[in-house]
């Protein structure tokens, strides 16, 4: 049976709390936004969170990343829960933008992989494109 999570009242406008892993603790609060609520080491499981990839970056400061979680984390958990879900891709970053204030304005939050590089509470001096964070309408 297919899960409806889109159709569910929100709980709350807003819900997020500090977690240990930024794709478990993202979708727990976007669970928790639509309803179901469930712990973030719960979510974690759901997405078969462990897992050890080792990719290599040729012509890169940084030559190789080992990623200590599985691959395509946050598309299990949605698939396990039978909710719908793909991530959407853009050419450049004002469709990006209009895409993400449609969905603020409608109300929705949105699940992002940003990059930590471009975050400025971070402080990295390097590239990583696979931090999971939720955009809210405040």
Not at 31 to 38: K, R, S, T, V
Not at 91 to 109: C, S, Y
Request: hydrophobic fraction near 40%; charge should be negative.
């Amino acid at each position: 049976m297919e899960s409806d999570v889109s159709s569910a009242a929100p709980v709350r406008q807003y819900c997020h709390r500090t977690g240990v892993h930024c794709g478990s603790s993202a979708i727990r609060d976007l669970l928790e936004y639509h309803g179901l609520e469930m712990t973030e080491a719960f979510c974690f499981g759901l997405g078969a969170g462990l897992g050890i990839t080792y990719v290599e970056i040729p012509d890169s400061a940084t030559p190789f990343i080992v990623h200590v979680r599985s691959m395509g984390f946050e598309e299990k958990v949605f698939h396990t829960l039978g909710v719908p879900f793909a991530w959407s891709s853009y050419p450049d970053k004002g469709a990006a933008t209009n895409d993400l204030h449609q969905a603020l304005r409608d109300g929705v939050p949105a699940l992002l992989l940003t990059d930590i590089y471009h975050l400025p509470y971070f402080g990295s001096k390097t590239h990583f494109p696979g931090h999971a964070i939720v955009a809210w309408q405040l």
